[in-house]
């Protein structure tokens, strides 16, 4: 396995590291003060610790993209494990955990900010996303309208609480997907707008760079709101991520596909029904036809 190519979110992490450098420079104070916490990709489980997202303002943010990075740290290795035919199942049971893991957290009294930063909070997105990869689209689309009512409860007055908001909540899950994968597949027009692409393949930088830059134009002396703080900060993070996009995420996307078509072109066939483990990236395409241009992880194979 140590002769993997690495995943292709690996592109993020020169960009991730750069944003710290650059806010410790600044001296930035949600950065400085748990910097190590930041460094080792563990921003959300220290704002979970203390229960509060101010603790870490500007850095707050950064919880989400940990998340991610800690999913696709043990991900391969579940998918290596799985028999091809049982990868379903193992990813229908690891998107039930989300609702199951955020109403026992709530009867247990867990802190609003461990509910919703802490990884297993997040495997119900995750999970589907990686489902994205294995079913075929039509059951896809079936899922998505078959759930679409779901929605119509969040608008219903007096309805409230905890199971109401989770049955909204993941109600909603299949039709964001089908959604999703209908944009995808150019499906929705308005998505194909020129500039909202370009603004998809800097939209990493543009979430990780946009709270300092907030925090910079405050210490310039700009209001924390009001339409200027918006524009310029808008125009000044779409700048700054768009940079990192061609000096460090492209080049590295680029070296990663190479090294990935390489790896799958050396993979011989396995007679087994396990993965093997150059096998752990592009297990969709091999699993199923149906959409091979998305991985078992829910991410795009295209560069």
């Known amino acids: 396995m140590f002769s993997l190519p690495p995943p292709r979110h690996i592109s993020t992490l020169p960009a991730f590291y750069l944003c710290l450098a650059l806010a410790l420079l600044l001296d930035l104070p949600g950065y400085r003060q ?33 998340v991610e990075e800690q999913f696709y740290f043990i991900w391969p290795l579940i998918v290596a494990a799985t028999p091809r035919r049982m990868l379903p199942l193992v990813f ?15 009867t247990l009294d867990l802190n609003e900010v461990a509910l919703g930063a802490l990884p297993p909070a997040s495997l119900d997105a995750l999970g589907a996303g990686a489902l994205l990869a294995l079913w075929p689209r039509n059951v896809v689309y079936w899922l998505g309208g078959l759930c679409a009512p779901a929605a119509v409860v969040a608008f219903i007055p007096g309805l409230d609480g905890l199971w109401i908001n989770e049955f909204v909540e993941f109600g909603l899950l299949p039709v964001f997907c ?9 499906a929705l027009g308005a998505l194909q707008w ?38 310029v ?42 993965l ?14 149906d959409n091979p241009d998305v991985d078992a992880a829910g991410q795009d194979r295209r560069v």
């Open 92 to 106: 229908g049971c690891i998107i039930i955990v989300g609702p199951l893991y955020r109403l026992v957290g709530s």
């Open 194 to 231: 020129p500039p909202l692409p370009a603004l998809g393949r800097v939209s990493y930088g543009i979430y990780l760079y946009h709270m300092p830059v907030l925090a910079v134009a405050i210490n310039l002396g700009l209001a924390p709101r009001g339409r200027v703080t918006l524009v």
């Open 233 to 274: 900060c808008s125009v000044v993070t779409t700048a700054v991520a768009s940079l990192s996009y061609l000096l460090l995420e492209r080049p590295i996307r680029a070296e990663v596909a190479q090294r990935l078509e390489r790896a799958e072109r050396s993979v011989p066939d396995h007679p087994d029904e396990s």
């Open 276 to 289: 093997s483990p150059h096998s752990m990236i592009g297990v969709a395409s091999e699993a199923r036809g």
């Open 178 to 186: 089908a959604l999703i994968l209908a944009g995808y597949r150019g």
């Open 34 to 66: 748990s910097w190590k916490w930041h460094a080792a990709q563990l921003t959300n489980v220290y704002v979970s610790l203390h229960g509060s997202w101010e603790l870490a303002w500007p850095a707050a943010p950064l919880w989400s993209l940990n």
